[in-house]
């Protein structure tokens, strides 16, 4: 009777399986095919311009070079310390240009931010000396560094294109997401609306904006010791199991060869990921 509940059992399991593969694996293609594209549309913003299957490569050559680079380090830990540790660090490699990207668009977007107040101060100089809001912009583009001085040149590309200037700039703002930027944006559609000195505006803009980042700059000195915390408290349990299992291995491998030890060690990393990001949260002051 038992070993007929079995066969009946695996008979299911195998139908189930054999009707839900093709949706689960068109579905799970097409959400990496997303994935993909999200990151080269973010890679493209920055004018990085890499296609489909060298982002692939790239993913493939990170997973192997990580795995080897484990398998490396864990040679000396029982089995299967090195299979698991290989099988994590690719599975890191693999989604590790996702991280890059995500850092990348984070230093863009703050060297914008810093780039911004200088910006609106030589476009307010432009503007007082005569030039149209084009001209100004054209000025920007040839005086400034990278990445504000790519983004404006978008801008003028696409009113060259025949977008309005409203247009291009609002498109600008979603590009960078930057909050400064979309109140310039909204400042220079309501002046070009109803009238009024569009230097001024800037000028205005520019002491409030660096008001706003003297506070930024004092949040971010005040909480700089909770975010080390944050760092400090998440890599220690990394380290400590690592220097366990090279001093005493055996003691080390239950975690991995027992279901109890199994549980452990995974209710650890899921306690310390989000220990890490619980004291990040709390250390981040919203304003």
Avoid at 193 to 203: A, C, H, I, R, S
Avoid at 222 to 235: F, H, I, N
Wanted: proline share 4%; with cysteine; hydrophobic share 55%.
């Amino acid at each position: 009777m038992a070993s007929l509940s079995y066969l009946l059992f695996a008979a299911a399991l195998a139908a189930v399986v054999y009707y839900a593969f093709e949706p689960l694996r068109s579905a799970l293609s097409q959400n990496v095919f997303r994935q993909r594209h999200h990151v080269i549309q973010e890679l493209r913003e920055m004018f990085i311009f890499v296609s489909v299957d060298r982002l692939q490569t790239i993913k493939w050559c990170a997973s192997a070079g990580m795995a080897a680079l484990a398998v490396m380090v864990t040679w000396e830990v029982p089995s299967p310390g090195p299979a698991v540790a290989a099988l994590l660090a690719a599975g890191l490699a693999y989604w590790s240009p996702e991280l890059v990207v995500l850092l990348m668009r984070r230093k863009r977007r703050v060297a914008f931010g810093n780039q911004l107040v200088d910006g609106l101060m030589l476009l307010s100089n432009g503007l007082r000396s005569g030039f149209t809001l084009t001209q100004a912009f054209e000025m920007l583009v040839d005086e400034m560094p990278a990445p504000i001085s790519q983004e404006f040149r978008l801008i003028l590309e696409e009113m060259r294109l025949g977008v309005n200037l409203d247009q291009a700039l609002q498109n600008c703002v979603t590009r960078t997401k930057d909050p400064d930027l979309d109140l310039v944006v909204s400042a220079v559609k309501i002046t070009r609306q109803l009238g009024g000195n569009l230097p001024e505006v800037f000028d205005r803009i520019v002491a409030m904006v660096r008001d706003r980042k003297l506070i930024m700059g004092k949040a971010h000195a005040l909480t700089a010791s909770g975010r080390m915390q944050a760092t400090v408290v998440g890599l220690l349990p990394w380290v400590f199991g690592l220097l366990v299992a090279k001093v005493h291995p055996d003691l080390m491998r239950v975690m991995w060869t027992t279901p109890v030890g199994f549980m452990a060690l995974l209710v650890a990393v899921i306690l310390d990921v989000v220990g890490y990001f619980w004291v990040l949260k709390l250390s981040r002051i919203q304003y």
